[in-house]
């Protein structure tokens, strides 16, 4: 039983604790008061009135601004592929390597002599030696080999930079090379990073 100078405990024992009456902060209790008035008004607008997009509607509509905006970059990159010429800034050399070791190494090799995919080093190219067919190839990809389309993973940047890098593999000697796949040399002349 509650004494009278204590009534702030309850009647209630377990264990051999007893419970206390405290009341709740008023701040809390308005707090309290205030999210379920809010979730009422949430309720209401967006789901009973429905005068606010609900997030997934939302979604759609950035997701095609965004694929707007894709689609634009892509187009001005695949305008602007046959002027390209290869990097030779080491910041995006780097870049281009970093890549190439993450994407392109299990299939050529990190020293581009080639596995599954075809030697980059030597004079044999299948789709083309020069830059810019390297760059079409990447981003074309060679589905009927097994090669993905690059431009639907990296974007325009990643993939000048990687076609930089495996630019500067021409010409070098990889230790155990795979054989060449096309018996035509393409290159006419030494490569500008020899």
Not at 64 to 92: H, W, Y
Request: charged residues 20%; contains cysteine.
């Amino acid at each position: 039983m509650n004494d009278q100078n204590d009534p702030l405990l309850l009647d209630h024992e377990a264990d051999g604790i007893r419970e206390l009456d405290n009341k709740l902060p008023r701040w809390w209790v308005w707090l309290f008061y205030i999210t379920i008035i809010f979730s009422a008004v949430y309720l209401g607008y967006y789901h009973v009135f429905a005068m606010g997009k609900l997030s997934g509607e939302e979604y759609k509509v950035e997701a095609a601004a965004g694929e707007k905006l894709k689609g634009a970059a892509m187009a001005k990159f695949e305008s602007t592929i046959g002027t390209l010429a290869p990097s030779k800034e080491s910041a995006d050399l780097n870049a281009g390597r970093q890549t190439f070791m993450l994407l392109c190494a299990p299939c050529h090799r990190p020293d581009g002599g080639g596995l599954v995919g075809p030697n980059l080093c030597d004079d044999y190219w299948i789709h083309g030696s020069n830059f810019v067919d390297n760059v079409k190839t990447i981003w074309n990809g060679v589905p009927e080999k097994g090669m993905i389309t690059w431009k639907t993973t990296l974007n325009p940047k990643q993939i000048y930079d990687v076609a930089s890098f495996i630019y500067t593999l021409r010409g070098t000697k990889p230790v155990n090379p795979k054989p060449p796949e096309n018996l035509t040399p393409v290159r006419t002349g030494p490569s500008e990073y020899e």
